[in-house]
């Protein structure tokens, strides 16, 4: 029998043993594929080739039928699986079978804080995806949040590279669990809609790869991404689709992807360079699909030696690469839609996204048993989010609003009266002279509103914005609340002072009078089928808030950086990244500028106590792991969850460092009155920043301070480690 310490030794030895044959099996598999893929493009003729390199619909290129190659058929995320399109056309093809689930958009995600979240979503989004044939679905989106105004802020994640890579990891590794390919996008540095089709970003390398690669990065080395999608926006001078730097040194060479990279509709300006440059298949919206620059004028190319075959030949080894871990795989599940278990996740992940902004009163949770009468005031009560402005929406199975969610989940002994109290009236295909009015209040809404709460004992009251005002193809033209909403606020809050403030929006805005005025702020985001319901749960206190935000709101838009240093939208289509590195917190930290709300912030209903804050040593080297504890106490009367993030500081740094840096975080559910042993890992490498000089990652050595916190601005515990 072996006892003791041997049975450790013995359990590692066959963990490595297996994990050693898993490793074997992959590889052998991995060339079993590429041996079929090289016999495979032998047979092709080159005819056969390039119609694989570009789209022949508007969500599909072709296939070769002779050798039973099928299109290679996608559609757009990231809120859900979109409905069926004509196959020539944007226009709805009227099936009564493409509903699916509508799941929180990207910043809800992000305001999670949990991994485990955005994989849950991906497994949704693949098991749908299945369920319609789609083999690639364009998900998921996670650029930087660079400028608050972005029409696309509501899709992407956060400001931070690692909160943003630790996300599309598991987003990428739930999608293709599914034998469904994950197209991350948008590659690279796509940080605004305003002129998106031909801005030119300039970046320095330092923060290329400190601030907007690392995301790309760890979805393709990480979470193996089969696919990715280049941007509309040029980069350094040169347009996505056609960056040899982005697209064939750093992501095919240098981080070994070997997948397919994919245009943005419509977002390639070459034959001859895009084809040198690394892109492998050009999609847009419409015909004639022969003439587009991949199609007969890339034949031509070939045929007249400018570009050489071989080059098209691993063009279409990546393509059936893709299509041999998803539709021509041998273990392709059918996929399911709109199923409970579906519901369920799109629930589980609205609830832990909701952030409590401010509860002085102890208004929330609720109280409904002294409760007689609640105010439901404002049109996002009873707004759906699944669809809305440009880009992908989803024809929704269902779709429980704030309202609908109150009334069915109440004591139905409550009293609930509803008062729209704005009107919404944007539209995002309107000109800016259409919407010019969209911003002025309604006064007779505004008074049927106020006497709705004078009647009842509670108010709550809806506003933000919706899927029109936040959009892609343009963006916000400032941080202020649209509609009016905020004479509707002050007008509701002197009628009624048990006034709790609901937001419902996917990026910042100007909350500074509400944040002031108001007792009791809520905000919640475009969060998906269950929203309604999850939102209730928080309200009444069933679920308790977790959510920290994933990006910082400034005071004041001049704070923040874009619009600190003009560079946005940019000069002459340019528009010149002179913060650097000095992104979103790291910004505001660092120049000592006040936020309105901080980058990780966000209330719970219980109070957290930090203690005993300690690594496993005091001095590392370069290849050591620095173990981080503490002991996390729910010092309150409600069980909760608390996400404890790690920020790095290098002081007397010889080159510039933020003030802080989001280095590891953890969520943590911790009982009332217990205590949770917290631990984090962070490599010694993982405090590198890039030297532009020597091209590569660089540690200096010396002190850094370790600081842990409930957000970047609430530090509650810091310890300091040498690194020789």
């Known amino acids: 029998m072996i006892k003791g310490k041997s049975v450790n030794y013995v359990m590692i030895c066959l963990a490595l043993l297996c994990a050693s044959n898993q490793t074997s099996a992959q590889n052998k598999n991995e060339a079993a594929i590429d041996q079929k893929i090289g016999l495979i493009v032998k047979k092709m003729t080159l005819a056969e080739k390039i119609a694989m390199l570009h789209g022949n619909a508007l969500f599909s290129s072709a296939g070769v039928k002779r050798l039973n190659i099928p299109e290679l058929t996608c559609d757009d995320g990231p809120l859900g699986v979109r409905e069926e399109v004509l196959r020539f056309d944007w226009k709805s093809a009227n099936w009564t079978t493409d509903s699916a689930t509508f799941m929180p958009n990207g910043s809800a995600i992000a305001a999670t804080w949990n991994p485990a979240m955005a994989k849950l979503y991906g497994i949704v989004i693949g098991e749908e995806a299945n369920a319609r044939k789609k083999i690639v679905m364009l998900a998921p989106a996670f650029n930087i949040c660079r400028v608050p105004l972005n029409g696309r802020t509501y899709e992407y994640y956060s400001e931070d590279p690692l909160l943003n890579a630790q996300l599309a990891v598991q987003a990428v590794k739930g999608i293709q669990s599914q034998h469904v390919a994950a197209c991350v996008k948008h590659f690279a540095v796509n940080s605004q809609e305003a002129n998106r089709n031909t801005v030119n970003s300039v970046v320095d390398e330092r923060a290329l790869h400190e601030i907007y690669l690392p995301a790309f990065k760890a979805s393709i080395q990480q979470g193996n991404a089969y696919t990715i999608m280049s941007a509309y926006n040029k980069v350094n001078g040169k347009w996505c689709s056609e960056n040899d730097y982005l697209l064939n040194k750093t992501l095919k060479k240098e981080w070994g992807f070997k997948g397919a990279v994919i245009s943005d509709w419509g977002g390639v300006h070459s034959t001859i360079d895009a084809a040198k440059a690394g892109l492998d298949i050009e999609m847009g919206s419409?015909?004639?699909?022969?003439?587009?620059?991949?199609?007969?004028?890339?034949?031509?190319?070939?045929?007249?030696?400018?570009?050489?075959?071989?080059?098209?030949?691993?063009?279409?080894?990546?393509?059936?690469?893709?299509?041999?871990?998803?539709?021509?795989?041998?273990?392709?599940?059918?996929?399911?839609?709109?199923?409970?278990?579906?519901?369920?996740?799109?629930?589980?992940?609205?609830?832990?996204?909701?952030?409590?902004?401010?509860?002085?009163?102890?208004?929330?949770?609720?109280?409904?048993?002294?409760?007689?009468?609640?105010?439901?005031?404002?049109?996002?009560?009873?707004?759906?989010?699944?669809?809305?402005?440009?880009?992908?929406?989803?024809?929704?199975?269902?779709?429980?609003?704030?309202?609908?969610?109150?009334?069915?989940?109440?004591?139905?002994?409550?009293?609930?009266?509803?008062?729209?109290?704005?009107?919404?009236?944007?539209?995002?295909?309107?000109?800016?002279?259409?919407?010019?009015?969209?911003?002025?209040?309604?006064?007779?809404?505004?008074?049927?509103?106020?006497?709705?709460?004078?009647?009842?004992?509670?108010?709550?009251?809806?506003?933000?914005?919706?899927?029109?005002?936040?959009?892609?193809?343009?963006?916000?033209?400032?941080?202020?609340?649209?509609?009016?909403?905020?004479?509707?606020?002050?007008?509701?809050?002197?009628?009624?002072?048990?006034?709790?403030?609901?937001?419902?929006?996917?990026?910042?805005?100007?909350?500074?009078?509400?944040?002031?005025?108001?007792?009791?702020?809520?905000?919640?985001?475009?969060?998906?089928?269950?929203?309604?319901?999850?939102?209730?749960?928080?309200?009444?206190?069933?679920?308790?808030?977790?959510?920290?935000?994933?990006?910082?709101?400034?005071?004041?838009?001049?704070?923040?950086?874009?619009?600190?240093?003009?560079?946005?939208?940019?000069?002459?289509?340019?528009?010149?990244?002179?913060?650097?590195?000095?992104v979103g917190y790291r910004w505001f930290d660092t120049r000592k500028i006040e936020p309105l709300y901080c980058f990780g912030y966000g209330l719970s209903y219980t109070d957290f106590n930090y203690a005993g804050l300690k690594t496993d040593k005091k001095k590392y080297n370069l290849n050591d792991k620095i173990i981080v504890s503490l002991d996390l106490k729910n010092s309150g009367?409600?069980?909760?969850?608390?996400?404890?993030?790690?920020?790095?500081?290098?002081?007397?740094?010889?080159?510039?460092?933020?003030?802080?840096?989001?280095?590891?975080?953890?969520?943590?559910?911790?009982?009332?009155?217990?205590?949770?042993?917290?631990?984090?890992?962070?490599?010694?490498?993982?405090?590198?920043?890039?030297?532009?000089?020597?091209?590569?990652?660089?540690?200096?050595?010396?002190?850094?301070?370790?600081?842990?916190?409930?957000?970047?601005?609430?530090?509650?515990?810091?310890?300091?480690?040498?690194?020789?």
């Open 637 to 724: 009367l409600l069980a909760g969850k608390e996400t404890v993030q790690l920020y790095v500081n290098k002081p007397n740094a010889k080159v510039m460092m933020p003030e802080k840096q989001l280095k590891a975080f953890t969520k943590v559910n911790v009982e009332s009155g217990k205590i949770s042993k917290v631990a984090m890992a962070l490599k010694v490498k993982d405090l590198a920043y890039y030297n532009i000089e020597k091209k590569e990652w660089v540690v200096e050595p010396g002190e850094y301070k370790l600081m842990v916190g409930s957000s970047s601005r609430d530090i509650r515990q810091t310890v300091t480690v040498n690194v020789n």
């Open 286 to 582: 419409s015909g004639p699909y022969n003439q587009w620059y991949f199609a007969a004028p890339l034949l031509a190319a070939v045929k007249n030696k400018q570009v050489d075959e071989k080059l098209i030949d691993d063009k279409v080894k990546r393509i059936l690469w893709v299509m041999y871990h998803t539709s021509m795989s041998t273990q392709h599940p059918d996929g399911k839609i709109g199923t409970a278990a579906h519901a369920r996740a799109a629930y589980n992940i609205a609830s832990e996204s909701i952030v409590l902004l401010k509860n002085e009163a102890n208004m929330l949770p609720l109280k409904t048993a002294n409760i007689k009468s609640i105010a439901v005031i404002g049109d996002n009560a009873t707004r759906k989010f699944a669809q809305g402005g440009f880009g992908a929406g989803v024809k929704a199975k269902y779709e429980i609003t704030a309202l609908a969610g109150l009334r069915s989940k109440l004591n139905a002994n409550i009293d609930i009266k509803y008062a729209q109290g704005y009107q919404a009236n944007y539209l995002a295909a309107n000109t800016p002279e259409q919407n010019a009015q969209s911003d002025k209040p309604d006064t007779a809404l505004i008074s049927q509103a106020v006497a709705v709460a004078k009647s009842a004992d509670v108010a709550i009251l809806f506003i933000g914005s919706n899927r029109e005002y936040e959009s892609e193809g343009g963006d916000r033209k400032n941080l202020d609340l649209p509609f009016g909403e905020q004479q509707l606020v002050d007008a509701v809050t002197a009628a009624n002072a048990k006034t709790i403030i609901v937001v419902i929006g996917g990026a910042p805005y100007d909350l500074n009078k509400i944040k002031k005025n108001n007792q009791t702020i809520l905000w919640s985001w475009f969060n998906g089928s269950e929203g309604g319901n999850a939102l209730v749960d928080v309200l009444t206190g069933k679920v308790n808030p977790s959510g920290k935000l994933p990006f910082t709101f400034p005071a004041s838009l001049n704070d923040s950086p874009a619009f600190a240093l003009n560079t946005y939208p940019g000069d002459d289509l340019t528009a010149n990244y002179k913060e650097s590195i000095l």
